[in-house]
């Protein structure tokens, strides 16, 4: 969006246009004001439920008016981001909730707006019952697999890197469902097998994240006075060695007097943290 300036808001004569640090921009002439535009900053909440729906609202006004979109509004002088996104999700649906962490950061030219930082946040429903409010005629949980076309690209890509960012961690846990549900093992639902093909994927970091907690941890100081290069390679080769057994056929064959199922969920519990901690 460019909308010109007419007059310097300073001495109040014509402004003109000047090319100025590689860039057309807003110049008066009369008192020297250079004007520098920047991109408005936009903030949107993902609120997960413990179903795997996440919040929408449908927007009340124009622009977009009836089309479903995450909570969302600018950024006001003299708040966080954080704070706007908490503000926001309130005003359009009488929910308070916590930070859970930076999604994404997206800049982007919309028509309407202009140039964009979008700022989404990942945000826990912590206390208020929903009612659509502010800007939003409704507002409601949407299964992440039944999700309507939302009406920003910002948006759709946010909610996209949410679901990658549980891939892992949903399909393990559907693994353990079916497990509890006392169905039988096939070669297709054993949790092992999700595993098998996390920790291969992930076997160097997963040896990283463990070597630095060896290594910095009292009650494993001796590993300090190794040399790291042998650590890492004894490591690695420990945690290939468990990959192939989780997948060995017949995954109830015991691993120091444990199952291998129970093995895998203790390990599953730490490669979560681990990928948790990587997590952006
Ligand atoms: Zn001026």
């Given at each position: 969006m460019n909308i010109k300036r007419m007059f310097c808001h300073k001495c109040g004569n014509l402004v003109n246009q000047k090319e100025i640090e590689k860039r057309i921009r807003d110049f008066c002439q009369s008192c020297g004001t250079i004007y520098y535009d920047n991109p408005l900053p936009v903030v949107s909440a993902i609120v997960p439920n413990r179903k795997r729906e996440i919040l929408l609202v449908l927007r009340e006004r124009e622009p977009y008016s009836n089309q479903w979109a995450l909570p969302s509004g600018f950024v006001e002088l003299n708040e966080?981001?954080?704070?706007?996104?908490?503000?926001?999700?309130?005003?359009?649906?009488?929910?308070?909730?916590?930070?859970?962490?930076?999604?994404?950061?997206?800049?982007?030219?919309?028509?309407?707006?202009?140039?964009?930082?979008?700022?989404?946040?990942?945000?826990?429903?912590?206390?208020?019952?929903?009612?659509?409010?502010?800007?939003?005629?409704?507002?409601?949980?949407f299964p992440v697999s039944e999700l309507p076309q939302l009406?920003?690209?910002?948006?759709?890509?946010?909610?996209?890197?949410?679901?990658?960012?549980?891939?892992?961690?949903?399909?393990?846990?559907?693994?353990?469902?079916?497990?509890?549900?006392?169905?039988?093992?096939?070669?297709?639902?054993?949790?092992?097998?999700?595993?098998?093909?996390?920790i291969t994927r992930d076997a160097h970091i997963?040896?990283?994240?463990?070597?630095?907690?060896?290594?910095?941890?009292r009650s494993t100081k001796h590993y300090a006075r190794q040399s790291h290069n042998s650590i890492?390679?004894?490591?690695?080769?420990?945690?290939s060695q468990f990959a192939d057994w989780i997948n060995r056929p017949g995954g109830h064959a015991k691993i120091f007097g444990i199952t291998i199922e129970l093995w895998v969920k203790i390990v599953v519990t730490r490669v979560i943290y681990y990928r948790k901690s990587l997590a952006p």
């Amino acid at each position: 969006m460019n909308i010109k300036r007419m007059f310097c808001h300073k001495c109040g004569n014509l402004v003109n246009q000047k090319e100025i640090e590689k860039r057309i921009r807003d110049f008066c002439q009369s008192c020297g004001t250079i004007y520098y535009d920047n991109p408005l900053p936009v903030v949107s909440a993902i609120v997960p439920n413990r179903k795997r729906e996440i919040l929408l609202v449908l927007r009340e006004r124009e622009p977009y008016s009836n089309q479903w979109a995450l909570p969302s509004g600018f950024v006001e002088l003299n708040e966080s981001v954080e704070q706007a996104a908490l503000r926001e999700l309130k005003e359009e649906t009488h929910i308070e909730g916590n930070i859970v962490k930076l999604l994404d950061t997206f800049s982007h030219y919309n028509r309407i707006y202009g140039d964009l930082i979008w700022v989404t946040f990942e945000i826990k429903h912590q206390s208020g019952k929903l009612r659509a409010g502010d800007d939003a005629s409704e507002t409601r949980f949407f299964p992440v697999s039944e999700l309507p076309q939302l009406a920003f690209t910002a948006n759709r890509r946010a909610v996209e890197k949410y679901l990658i960012s549980k891939h892992d961690l949903w399909t393990m846990q559907d693994s353990f469902k079916r497990l509890e549900k006392g169905s039988r093992f096939t070669g297709k639902n054993l949790p092992s097998n999700t595993l098998f093909k996390i920790i291969t994927r992930d076997a160097h970091i997963i040896t990283e994240n463990w070597l630095s907690e060896v290594l910095t941890h009292r009650s494993t100081k001796h590993y300090a006075r190794q040399s790291h290069n042998s650590i890492y390679k004894r490591a690695i080769k420990v945690i290939s060695q468990f990959a192939d057994w989780i997948n060995r056929p017949g995954g109830h064959a015991k691993i120091f007097g444990i199952t291998i199922e129970l093995w895998v969920k203790i390990v599953v519990t730490r490669v979560i943290y681990y990928r948790k901690s990587l997590a952006p």
